[in-house]
Nanobody, 115 residues
Framework: QVQLVESGGGLVQAGGSLRLSCVASESIFSFNTIRWHRQAPGKQRELVAAITSGGRTNYVESVKGRCTISRDNAKNTVYLQISSLIPEDTAVYYC?????????WGQGTQVTVSS
């Protein structure tokens, strides 16, 4: 059973930055795409950023220019660096990975941005 474990969330002031980590229990080469999603209180879960096995990335419009998704294959880890944080970034951030025979989610890490 694949496990994804997120970390790096916390309470940060507006304007600050965070780096979230998603560590997989298996080689991340086995996944087609790894994504970061977030869910704010009372809102639907939304895709924030994605990175393919080939290293292609894309971002939701609201984080473009403030967010970088990257991967360290040797550590089976995908990162999400978010800078210039705003209160609207407050959410639980989830890591998601898919491959041809499965789709996997982590438990999430809370990010709270104070104004």
């Amino acid at each position: 059973q694949v496990q994804l474990v997120e970390s790096g969330g916390g309470l940060v002031q507006a304007g600050g930055s965070l780096r979230l980590s998603c560590v997989a229990s298996e080689s991340i080469f086995s996944f087609n795409t790894i994504r970061w999603h977030r869910q704010a209180p009372g809102k639907q879960r939304e895709l924030v950023a994605a990175i393919t096995s080939g290293g292609r990335t894309n971002y939701v419009e609201s984080v473009k220019g403030r967010c970088t998704i990257s991967r360290d294959n040797a550590k089976n880890t995908v990162y999400l660096q978010i800078s210039s944080l705003i209160p609207e970034d407050t959410a639980v951030y989830y890591c998601n990975a898919d491959r041809n025979w499965g789709d996997y989610w982590g438990q999430g890490t809370q990010v709270t941005v104070s104004s």
